[in-house]
Antibody, heavy 121, light 107 residues
Framework: QVQLVESGGGLVKPGGSLRLSCVASGLTFSVEYMGWIRQAPGKGLEWISYISNSATAIFNADTVKGRFIVSRDNAKNSLYLQMNSLRVEDTAVYYC??????????????WGQGTLVTVSS | EIVLTQSPATLSLSPGERATLSCRASQSVSSYLAWYQQKPGQAPRLLIYDASERATGIPVRFSGSGSGTDFTLTISSLEPEDFAVYYCQQRSNWPLTFGGGTHVEIK
């Protein structure tokens, strides 16, 4: 079965950096499109990053553009999110997701358990 | 950015009743709409994709309909485990966006 396991969350000061990782199993990672979705405490869902199987297509939400970098290592079945210049409003649970769907973009058919990032002084 | 508006915000129903949830898009998303269920402390789970296709393992009491700008998720007869928050999501345009959610609570 598909498993996505995130790690790397924690407490960081405003302006700091953090790198999230997601290790995937039970799938052929190198052919899968992947993404990161976040959820602030008590709030709704926000899709922040989307990366194609070969990383030739990458999309980022305006709220994180220029600060967050999504990448992948297909040899390690791993997805990453490098988060720089963190702000208080980046506080959220970050979910790694597998993306599926023919045509434009996709939906998230498998989710990790999430990792909490807290930005606070 | 495509805005998805879900209604109602809260739906109070009893087990066995029918639930009808709405999602309206600010512009056409064709049939590129998904529905998710989220329970407290858990990651969301995909229920419906492409407006009406049930995801793997989803019970037949969940069904989706609609196209263009108006979509509906129907739960034909609520089970105790169905009380949760439901989100819609469009994949027609970037940024991919979610609705604000509908909380289905026990009456």
């Amino acid at each position: 079965q598909v498993q996505l396991v995130e790690s790397g969350g924690g407490l960081v000061k405003p302006g700091g950096s953090l790198r999230l990782s997601c290790v995937a199993s039970g799938l052929t990672f190198s052919v899968e499109y992947m993404g990161w979705i976040r959820q602030a405490p008590g709030k709704g869902l926000e899709w922040i990053s989307y990366i194609s199987n070969s990383a030739t297509a990458i999309f980022n939400a305006d709220t994180v553009k220029g600060r967050f970098i999504v990448s992948r290592d297909n040899a390690k079945n791993s997805l990453y999110l490098q988060m720089n210049s963190l702000r208080v409003e980046d506080t959220a649970v970050y979910y790694c997701v597998r993306v599926r769907g023919l045509g434009p973009y996709g939906h998230a058919d498998h989710w990790g358990q999430g990792t909490l990032v807290t930005v606070s002084s | 950015e495509i805005v998805l508006t879900q209604s109602p915000a809260t739906l109070s129903l009893s087990p066995g009743e029918r639930a009808t949830l709405s999602c309206r898009a600010s512009q056409s998303v064709s049939s590129y709409l998904a529905w998710y269920q989220q329970k407290p402390g858990q990651a969301p789970r995909l229920l419906i994709y492409d407006a009406s296709e049930r995801a793997t393992g989803i019970p037949v009491r969940f069904s989706g309909s609609g196209s263009g700008t108006d979509f509906t998720l129907t739960i034909s007869s609520l089970e105790p485990e169905d009380f949760a928050v439901y989100y819609c999501q469009q994949r027609s345009n970037w940024p991919l966006t979610f609705g604000g959610g509908t909380h289905v609570e026990i009456k």
